[in-house]
């Protein structure tokens, strides 16, 4: 029986405790870490390449859904949130099929949770799991901001007409507002399905477009493909680290850490070769 590699996150004590107790009974999973914050879940995710993650939502600092943000698709592991949402966001889950646990936790939800995730990580390719939640949150942000919609399309409308004072810029419609982002100030863009992740100063933005789409927004001087759903700025680059099998990892910030896979590892020799 294979069992799951398995991470658990909350900031909660009692409730890692209480996790961690009931997942023990669960032969299909084994924990490989426990975490109580967003930060040491994705730098623990990034080391171990956990099979799946136990996810909290509300954490201070770097919540659930902030973490996924800072994670390439391909190295988002099988997700199961633990949240006492209300309805409206549970219901974007049911439709993206993002598996949840509500608060308080009982064996049941757990052992359905788990059945869910096996079946998932024998069918599924890995850069399905990150898709399907960004499209859950983006959902969950347009439900939360419905009332507001026609004020903003109109904004995006007008924004549109002066498109040709903006070729420096992406416009990224959040919620109900619309964010002229610098190119500049982008560190790197990672792809999940229908959307890009665009990680700017920080801040995760979500701007539905395709990568290819994006990357023709941006200018190639500076922005270079890593990877077939990671783009890096070429300026943000402090460290390069080798990986296995002709990899790499750059070091872009503090925190974040992208893989360069082998079919794109010319693009930094070339990059290092100019130095």
Same mark, same amino acid.
């Given at each position: 029986?294979?069992?799951?590699?398995?991470?658990?996150? !909350?900031?909660?004590?009692?409730?890692?405790?209480?996790?961690?107790?009931?997942?023990?009974?669960?032969?299909?999973?084994?924990?490989?870490?426990?975490?109580?914050?967003?930060?040491?879940?994705?730098?623990?995710?990034? !080391?171990?390449?956990?099979?799946?993650?136990?996810?909290?939502?509300?954490?201070?600092?770097?919540?659930?859904?902030?973490?996924?943000?800072?994670?390439?698709? !391909?190295?988002?592991?099988?997700?199961?949130?633990?949240?006492?949402?209300?309805?409206?966001?549970?219901?974007?889950?049911?439709?993206?099929?993002?598996?949840?646990?509500?608060?308080?936790?009982?064996?049941?939800?757990?052992?359905?949770?788990?059945?869910?995730?096996?079946?998932?990580?024998?069918?599924?390719?890995?850069?399905e799991h990150k898709s399907r939640i960004i499209g859950a949150i983006d959902t969950i942000n347009e439900r939360e901001n419905s009332a507001s919609s026609s004020q903003s399309s109109?904004?995006?409308?007008?924004?549109?007409?002066?498109?040709?004072?903006?070729?420096?810029?992406?416009?990224?419609?959040?919620?109900?507002?619309?964010?002229?982002?610098?190119?500049?100030?982008?560190?790197?863009?990672?792809?999940?399905?229908?959307?890009?992740?665009?990680?700017?100063?920080?801040?995760?933005?979500?701007?539905?477009?395709?990568?290819?789409?994006?990357?023709?927004?941006?200018?190639?001087?500076?922005?270079?493909?890593?990877?077939?759903?990671?783009?890096?700025?070429?300026?943000?680059?402090?460290?390069?680290?080798?990986?296995?099998?002709?990899?790499?990892?750059?070091?872009?910030?503090?925190?974040?850490?992208?893989?360069?896979?082998?079919?794109?590892?010319?693009?930094?020799?070339?990059?290092?070769?100019?130095?």
């Open positions: 029986m294979h069992k799951l590699r398995t991470i658990i996150v !909350d900031d909660e004590p009692l409730a890692l405790n209480l996790l961690r107790a009931k997942l023990n009974k669960v032969p299909e999973i084994e924990i490989i870490a426990e975490c109580k914050n967003g930060r040491e879940a994705i730098e623990k995710t990034m !080391d171990l390449a956990p099979d799946l993650i136990f996810l909290d939502i509300q954490m201070p600092g770097v919540d659930g859904f902030g973490v996924i943000k800072k994670l390439q698709s !391909d190295i988002v592991p099988l997700v199961i949130f633990t949240t006492a949402f209300e309805q409206y966001a549970l219901d974007a889950f049911d439709v993206h099929a993002v598996d949840y646990i509500l608060k308080p936790i009982d064996e049941e939800r757990i052992t359905r949770a788990v059945s869910r995730a096996i079946v998932r990580f024998e069918t599924e390719e890995e850069t109109q904004g995006q409308s007008s924004l549109g007409q002066n498109k040709g004072n903006l070729e420096h810029k992406i416009i990224i419609k959040d919620r109900d507002d619309i964010t002229l982002l610098k190119q500049a100030d982008i560190e790197w863009v990672d792809a999940a399905g229908d959307y890009c992740c665009v990680h700017a100063q920080g801040v995760t933005h979500i701007k539905r477009s395709t990568l290819k789409n994006l990357l023709d927004d941006l200018d190639p001087s500076i922005f270079k493909r890593v990877h077939r759903s990671t783009i890096v700025n070429l300026n943000y680059i402090q460290k390069v680290i080798p990986h296995t099998k002709g990899e790499y990892f750059l070091k872009l910030g503090e925190y974040d850490q992208v893989k360069v896979s082998r079919n794109y590892r010319d693009v930094i020799k070339d990059f290092l070769s100019d130095w």
